[in-house]
């Protein structure tokens, strides 16, 4: 054995003949180059020691190179990196939710690449507020007097209770106590901010006595939460906001909404139910909205708090603002975001996740044809690809259950199940993600890019391809 040892190939030697074959690892640390070369010497070193491999010219650098070039450019690939989006659901939480609009990623960029306005009072030359950064867009597009953000809604909503409800009660009706993506829900929210939730009325129904009969001397707000990612259907009544405000007038105290995905929105023009948008909420009476930056809003993860004057001052003077507060590179893309929504109609065309959600039937028919023909002319025979009705979804807890009509292009390989492909698909580089049904693996053509359909052909194309590995 110790003469195979031997006869293994040094380090130096094969970082360079690495670098021969892959340069654009040049600019890779050396020291993570040096460690993902000795990794795969490791492995060998096993095989060795289990006689998998027992002659010394299994072991020439030559015969490995291309088994240790894949495996050092796999060990360098940043951890996050691009994915293409085939599944049609817009807002993907798995797949970092919306894809910003150019002007928001030159903004990021300008923002990154100097030091900025952040805090900087232009007028002094001292400490401002990076709260003044996107307030006055917010009050803009949504009616209201003051606003502030942070990193996400949740802390939005940890913020909220917080301030106002600590140790106190908050009154929500039972078919509001969400749980969203497991690591937020609404009563453990609550806990975490020393609020108490007080939840009224059934799961299905809640009427405005409940939340009369429940309010007392410890009560310091009611709120009401979107029920975003399911949908209460059949028998079922919630009570309307505005009537909830009036209630909570006579007892002087607050009504908070928090809206999820919060929209400036009206979608209604795509099928979708007319929901309520952020300015129709604060027009109805509400004290404070929460909401996401990164659902149908289409900029940064961002939480966004919108309401009365009085309110945000009592919220920016909470020490918890410190902790939750946005980053510039954040503040750089919501701001470009809200811009583009002065004009509703470019933002419209600009922002992504809503020019996806509003594709039209007819628009995504002709564009699965056109995807259609490609994947035909680069898979030959190696494929059968079809198309079929299908539908999309908003995602992110927007609109649950509600269906955006499209038309998929589905694979179907001759010579493996889709599951094998759809998992070499995901192996790829980059991963393509689509979804499978009835046997076929399908792509949605809303949430992919028609620049990147010869990529998608030549993914697909590959994966079929690949020999299994021994
Ligand atoms: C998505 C959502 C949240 C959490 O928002 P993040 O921005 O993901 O933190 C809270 N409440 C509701 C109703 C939601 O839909």
């Known amino acids: 054995m110790n003469h195979l040892f031997r006869a293994l190939p040094s380090v130096d030697v094969c970082l360079s003949e690495v670098l021969r074959h892959a340069p654009e690892l040049q600019a890779q640390p050396r020291p993570l180059l040096r460690e993902a070369v000795t990794a795969y010497w490791d492995m060998r070193r096993e095989d060795i020691r289990a006689r998998r491999l027992s002659e010394a010219e299994q072991l020439a650098l030559a015969a490995h190179l291309p088994l240790l070039l894949a495996h050092v450019r796999a060990a360098l690939r940043p951890r996050l990196r691009p994915v293409i989006n085939a599944t049609g659901v817009v807002v993907h939480t798995n797949m970092g939710r919306s894809v910003l609009a150019p002007e928001a990623c030159e903004a990021v960029l300008r923002a990154a690449q100097g030091y900025s306005t952040l ?3 232009l007028t002094t030359g001292g400490r401002g507020s990076r709260q003044t950064l996107t307030e006055e867009l917010i009050c803009r597009l949504t009616g209201a007097e003051a606003a502030m953000t942070v990193n996400n809604n949740a802390a939005a909503v940890l913020l909220v209770l917080d301030t ?22 609404i009563p453990e929210v609550m806990a975490k901010s020393g609020a108490h939730l007080r939840e009224v009325g059934a799961t299905n129904r809640t009427h405005l006595r409940d939340y009369a009969a429940a309010i007392n ?15 209460i259907v059949g028998f079922h009544e919630a009570v309307p ?14 009504v908070f909404e928090d809206l999820g995905s919060g929209s400036l ?17 604060l027009a109805a009476g509400a004290d404070i909205v929460t909401f996401s930056g990164d659902k149908v809003l289409g900029g940064p993860q961002a939480g ?7 309110r945000i001052a009592a919220l920016k003077a909470n020490q918890l603002t410190r902790a939750l507060r946005c980053d510039k590179l954040t503040l750089a893309a919501l701001e470009a975001t809200l811009r583009l929504y002065c004009d509703p109609d470019s933002a419209r065309e600009r922002i992504p996740t809503l020019r996806m959600i509003f594709l039209s039937a007819e628009t995504l028919s002709r564009l699965a044809r056109r995807l259609a023909a490609r994947l035909r002319r680069t898979l030959g025979a190696t494929c059968r690809v079809s198309l079929r009705d299908g539908v999309s979804r908003v995602g992110g807890g927007a609109f649950p259950q509600y269906d955006l009509p499209t ?7 001759t010579a493996c199940p889709a599951t094998q492909l759809r998992q070499r698909l995901l192996d790829g580089n980059p991963p393509l993600v689509g979804r499978l049904d009835e046997q076929a693996f399908c792509l949605d053509p809303r949430t992919l890019r ?10 697909v194309h590959n994966a079929l391809n690949e020999r299994t590995q021994p």
């Open 119 to 121: 805090e900087l009072d």
């Open 164 to 185: 106002f409800c600590r140790g106190g009660e908050v009154i929500v009706s039972r078919g509001e106590l969400v749980e969203i993506g497991g690591s937020f829900r």
């Open 217 to 231: 001397e410890n009560t310091r707000a009611l709120m009401r939460v979107h029920t975003s990612n399911y949908r």
């Open 241 to 254: 906001l505005e009537e909830m405000v009036a209630l909570a007038r006579q007892h002087d105290l607050p």
């Open 265 to 281: 929105t009206d979608f209604s023009a795509c099928g979708l139910p007319n929901e309520p948008t952020v300015p129709s909420v």
């Open 304 to 310: 966004i708090i919108a309401g009365s004057r009085e």
């Open 407 to 413: 038309t998929l292009v589905c694979l179907q390989p």
């Open 450 to 459: 028609e620049q990147e359909y010869g990529l998608v052909a030549r993914l």
